[in-house]
């Protein structure tokens, strides 16, 4: 009996500690929720809506599925092993295109065509024969594929017309080396290019097919010029997006014969189009999408409104966005997501204003468990508006708590409202989440965005810094307790902030940082040349400004580090000389900083890799929490 | 000291005498072997920390070397003259032993160069050539350019590197990722005085130059490299003498170096220098008085050491002597003591035995004979019985096996009554005494009366018989009863007054010839320190003596 009592009270004080665990916060998410990869992906409506296809998660491999949408009946058409569907899309009534993955770091693949019953599969492209993209997707003549491929020349890209039925290519135009994009007209003509010579672009545009192409306008490399369509009943007119002679880009009609905008159709000083959508049924255009916050959407077209609006009653207080539909624009294959909910897929019907449920993004995510991102903005010390995006940890006081500063990655990217498995991740786990849309970010302007030009370490670093500033006069932030990781150029600025701004940040994170700003230069691929020199411009040329680029390269700094470091690296990825990582956590040792260093082979690529993801987060979530939360 | 033998207690100074001399021995023989230890751990300390010497004065180059020089690479490619020049200064700066820094910047391509190396399609050469250093002037700085072409040396550092890279090109595996240690090996070349390292490309590029042998790319890529060679010098490496003490002066010598003269008065020893200095090494050397400093100052503490234990043994040795004397002082003590009993016991034992004698042998006793010898065996049995008395109450009191009664007494009626007695014993000894403070006391008075007996007796016995005073006080001072028992006798000589409470002792004089055990003082002592109380004295000899008590006041 006593025996029983005093397994009675062990139980008790178990008990008593398992509840102390949820006290004063939510409920700890096993990590791999977070971060689950869907069962199925990339839904897509066949042209005349009967059929919806989607990639099937099976294994380690991704296979290609139709679904007749009537029966219900599926087929697979792909049985791959150990290796991904990596694209793929509809080409006619009965034909899809898919690319096979041969080397998922190189992004390279072979291009296949098969019908929708699973038969007739045929090898368009092979991986040896150069890069193959789909300019236009849809079979003129039934038969042939407009494709721009570099087999030729792998540093340029001509276009052919593809014969799917036998694989045959015909080159439809010759690139003289300096064309980095194509567009066709309605009809499938090709007849605008866009050339580059490093520092700007041109376009080019011919009325006819037979034609040389003419220059009409030339642009440097921060103005955005995007043509969406050609304008059905007036030829050489087309619908673009342009930032041409104004900071945010809008959307304008062009005279391709003289290269003078005509008119705008929508756009203003505060908001930055984005995309544009030209419906080839209506022959007009559709809607566009513009960046505030958040996305939002602007009609131009009725009876699309009167299809978003049905959506809204459907799904209220919800993100929709239309994924795919079929030609008749009738059958939609929609997304839905906020910023504590990761979303769905549904069928929708036009016709009946039904909605069909195809599956969620990630089952394992409970709305009223999740963080809501608040979009906050503060002033920079030289008098700039920051934008960025605020996460609470639920259930506690916003007073006095750990953060993670988490820039994004990359030049010409920015952080948007949505949901973000990450930024939940943390928020779960009692940080505060602050996201910076710092100078340079996309989405604000060509002056925001140029106005980060080479500023790595410089300005970028004190937009990150004045955030942290204004956070900390909030009360939110514990000054003692302030965190910094990021991916890629995120990690350049975190591993930045270990030795430009000692004091501020109690850690640094970095995943697959850039570390070396002069070999992310190196990094760029040769048929990516006419880049360089944007990229000479947004990072800097590495022969005039060698020691703004080694002030910002953490690899030059290791003397100067001396806060605990997290860093990964993917030793796959060719991009990056993994020696240098290695140089630079063999410098730091022996400086005995702490350092956490992790090998992985990328987590690029969701599907694969729960393994590493796993490995990653659970190293991460150590390292946060011994160096800042219990700091 | 007859006696000694007799009873078995002996004083062995040879034995103590031969104990001293054997440590002493030790001592010497322990100092000795330290120091042969110390001269042979400090030789062998000569010839080993060396090591930690080269290991220290080294670290410079082995930071360069694992540190610096990869920092070539971390610019892939990017270097001008300009980058390298500051780059070029911060070594300059930070490694002193290097001393002229020549770079390459070259390219990699597959249209052939007149200068450089060619093998296949593939085409290594130098756009331009620098030289960094403090001592060059800024006109020679550019040693080479397209336009001047006269100072590219053919077999010089870049072609050797040059041809490192063409062979590791020819044999590369582009299936697997070659790991840093040997992509390190292939593109650096370590030879005397001087390293060339050429800045490790990526893999990517490495594929596109095996490519490169075979085919002429198109468009033709042009890939920039940078070399640089290091001339380093060895006389400039810093040497940390990190045991200024052993090693008297360090030197960068050549390896050949084997000076002819070092002679008997001289230690030396010599190391050789890792990497690119390998023909060179460390040669350490000593005079041997310089060396013999550094024995001394190693042996020093371990003497000390030797000496405090030595020190440590021989005072134990003392103070094992010196109780032994003080055991054999106490034991004549007690000698003397049982000599002094057995006589006090004889005096009274042969006047009964006497008077037991004339009883027997008499025929007929007369009245006054009989009174007179009942007189003397009641006297003399009484004194029997007082001494065994003493002898109990004295054991008792020391081994405080009697209780403290506590009872008022009147302090004047208690003296006049000790007077009283005393005076009918000695009709001849001289009482004053006063009283003023108080009247009534509280003590245990049969503890107090024999106090008080024994302090009168000893006046009376130690007096000349001229002289047979005493005068008692008794005062309340400070809440304290003192009594104070002053007398003319011949008083104690003050080399002695230390010893007079102890047990057993006795002033050897004319007054204590008997009916003395030495117990008296020390009985009192014991009975003061029982009631909680002091005694002290005060003498001064042939003048008298002053006994001063004093006990606490219980009201």
């Not at chain 1, 038969?143 to 439809?172: C, E, H, P």
């Not at chain 1, 104004?246 to 908001?271: I, M, P």
């Not at chain 1, 009609?299 to 795919?324: A, C, F, G, N, V």
């Not at chain 2, 400070?478 to 006798?489: E, N, P, S, Y």
């Amino acid at each position: 009996m006593i025996v029983y009592k005093k397994y009675f009270f062990l139980f008790l004080i178990s008990l008593s500690f398992a509840c102390q665990q949820k006290e004063g916060g939510a409920r700890l998410i096993p990590l791999d929720d977070f971060f689950k990869s869907q069962e199925k992906i990339t839904y897509r409506v066949s042209p005349d809506g009967l059929n919806i296809s989607y990639l099937k998660q099976e294994d380690s491999a991704l296979n290609l599925y139709v679904e007749d949408i009537a029966s219900g009946k599926t087929r697979k058409l792909t049985n791959l092993k150990d290796k991904n569907v990596f694209f793929y899309f509809w080409v006619s009534n009965n034909d899809l295109i898919y690319y096979k993955e041969i080397d998922p770091a190189k992004r390279r693949s072979d291009a296949f065509i098969i019908n929708k019953e699973g038969a007739n599969e045929r090898q368009l492209s092979r991986n040896e024969q150069g890069k193959m993209r789909v300019l236009e997707d849809q079979l003129i003549d039934d038969k042939f594929l407009l494709v721009s491929s570099n087999k030729r020349d792998s540093t340029v890209f001509d276009v052919y017309r593809l014969n799917v039925r036998n694989g045959a290519m015909d080159m439809a135009a010759k690139n003289p080396g300096n064309i980095i994009d194509w567009k066709t007209d309605s009809e499938g003509k090709l007849r605008l290019a866009v050339s580059t010579d490093g520092g700007t672009t041109t376009m080019l545009y011919r009325a006819q097919e037979g034609q040389v192409f003419k220059p009409i306008m030339t642009n440097n490399l921060i103005t955005t010029f995007k043509p969406v369509a050609f304008k059905h009943d007036r030829p050489n007119i087309i619908y673009a997006i342009s930032s041409v002679n104004r900071d945010k880009s809008a959307l304008v009609e062009v005279d391709c014969n003289t290269g003078k905008e005509l008119k705008v159709l929508f756009g203003n000083d505060t908001l930055n189009i984005t995309e544009a959508q030209y419906s080839r049924k209506k022959q007009k255009m559709s809607f566009l999408t513009y960046e505030t916050w958040k996305k939002e959407k602007h009609y131009l077209d009725d009876s699309i409104k009167i299809i978003y609006d049905d959506l809204d009653r459907l799904l209220p207080k919800t993100e929709t966005q239309i994924l795919s539909r079929d030609k008749a624009e009738n059958v939609f294959v929609i997304r839905t997501f906020t910023d504590r909910n990761p979303g769905s897929y549904y069928l929708y019907f036009a016709d009946k204003r039904k909605l069909r449920k195809l599956s969620d993004f990630n089952s394992a995510i409970r709305e009223g468990e999740m963080s809501e991102m608040k979009a906050v903005s503060f002033t920079s010390r030289d008098g700039l508006k920051i934008n960025g995006y605020l996460t609470l940890p639920l259930h506690v006081r916003a007073t006095h708590l750990p953060v993670v500063v988490l820039p994004h990655d990359g030049t010409a990217s920015r952080d948007l409202w949505g949901y973000n498995a990450e930024v939940q991740f943390l928020a779960n786990r009692g940080y505060v989440v602050f996201q910076i849309n710092y100078r340079g970010s996309s989405g604000y302007g060509k002056n925001f965005m140029s106005a980060g030009f080479k500023e790595w370490g410089g300005k970028i670093q004190n937009d990150i810094n004045d955030g942290v500033a204004w956070l900390i006069e909030k009360k939110i932030a514990d000054p003692k307790r302030i965190g910094i990781y990021g991916t890629g150029f995120g990690g350049n600025i975190a591993l930045n902030s270990s030795y430009l701004n000692p004091g501020i940040y109690a850690c640094a994170a970095s995943n697959s940082g850039v570390i070396n700003l002069f070999a992310y230069l190196k990094s760029i691929p040769p048929y990516l040349k006419t880049s360089l020199q944007f990229y000479y411009g947004i990072v800097g040329n590495p022969l005039t400004d060698a020691d703004q680029m080694r002030k910002s390269s953490p690899l030059f700094q290791t003397e100067k580090i001396n806060i605990p470091l997290f860093v990964c690296q993917n030793v796959k990825d060719q991009n990056t000389n993994a020696g240098e990582t290695l140089q630079f956590v063999k410098n730091l040792k022996k400086r005995n900083v702490k350092v956490t260093y992790l090998e992985n082979e990328g987590i690029l690529f969701l599907a694969k890799n729960q393994e590493s993801r796993h490995q990653f987060y659970t190293a991460l979530e150590q390292f946060l929490e011994t160096n800042l939360k219990n700091r | 000291m007859i006696s000694e033998k007799k009873t078995g207690y002996r004083k062995n100074f040879s034995l103590i005498l031969t104990f001293i001399v054997l440590m002493s021995v030790l001592f010497c023989l322990s100092l000795y072997l330290a120091y042969n230890f110390s001269k042979k751990y400090i030789e062998n300390e000569f010839v080993s920390e060396k090591v930690n010497v080269l290991e220290q004065s080294i670290k410079p180059y082995n930071d360069f070397f694992q540190k610096k020089l990869p920092e070539v690479s971390y610019y892939n490619g990017y270097l001008d003259s300009a980058t390298a020049a500051s780059f070029v200064d911060t070594v300059l700066l930070e490694y002193p032993f290097v001393s002229k820094v020549v770079f390459y910047d070259s390219e990699v391509k597959n249209t052939p160069v007149s200068d450089g190396l060619n093998t296949g399609k593939f085409s290594f050469g130098p756009k331009d050539i620098y030289q960094f250093g403090s001592l060059i002037p800024q006109d020679s700085v550019l040693l080479f350019s397209r336009e001047n072409t006269r100072n590219f040396i053919v077999g010089d550092d870049f072609n050797t590197l040059a041809l490192k890279l063409a062979s590791y090109i020819e044999s590369l595996d582009t299936t697997k990722v070659p790991d840093q240690d040997e992509l390190f090996s292939n593109f650096s070349n370590v030879r005397s005085n001087k390293i060339t390292y050429l800045n490790i490309p990526r893999m990517e590029e490495l594929k596109v130059y095996k490519q490169m042998l075979r085919n002429v790319l198109d468009p033709q890529p042009v890939y920039q490299q940078d070399m640089m060679c290091f001339h380093l010098d060895p006389y400039k490496i810093k040497i940390i003498n990190s045991r200024p003490l052993l090693y008297q002066f360090i030197k960068i010598q050549p390896s050949t170096y084997d000076p002819l003269d070092t002679s008997q008065a001289y230690l030396s020893t010599e190391i050789t220098l890792p990497g690119a200095f390998s023909d060179y090494k460390l040669y350490f050397i000593s005079s041997k008085s310089f060396v013999d400093k550094e024995i001394r100052s190693y042996f020093l503490p371990i003497a000390m050491a030797i000496l405090v234990f030595y020190g440590i043994v021989v005072l134990v040795a003392f103070l094992i002597y010196r109780n032994l004397n003080i055991n054999q002082r106490m034991f004549k003590l007690q000698y003397d003591f049982v000599n002094n009993l057995t006589h006090e016991f004889k005096t009274p034992v042969s006047v009964i035995k006497i008077a037991g004698n004339n009883i027997k042998s008499a025929t007929v006793l007369t009245d006054r004979e009989l009174k007179l010898y009942g007189k003397i065996l009641d006297e003399e049995a009484d004194k029997l019985n007082g001494l065994m008395n003493k002898l109990l109450a004295f054991t008792q009191i020391e081994n405080k096996a009697i209780q403290l009664n506590r009872d008022e007494i009147y302090i004047e009626d208690f003296i006049e009554s000790t007077v009283e007695s005393h005076r009918l014993k000695h009709p001849d000894f001289d009482f004053t005494f006063e009283v003023s403070g108080f009247s009534t006391f509280v003590t245990d008075p049969v503890l107090l009366g024999s106090l008080f007996d024994n302090l009168a007796e000893n006046a009376y016995k130690y007096s000349p018989p001229e002289r047979k005073k005493l005068h008692i006080s008794a005062r309340l001072i400070k809440g304290r009863v003192v009594f104070r028992f002053t007398d003319h006798g011949i008083g104690i000589p003050s080399s002695e007054i230390n010893n007079i409470f102890k047990k057993f002792f006795r002033i050897q004089n004319q007054y204590n010839q008997n009916g003395s055990v030495g117990l008296g003082l020390a009985f009192c002592k014991e009975l003061v320190n029982f009631m909680k109380g002091e005694i002290t004295v005060k003498s001064k000899v042939n003048k008298g003596t002053e006994f001063k008590i004093v006990l606490p006041y219980n009201d």
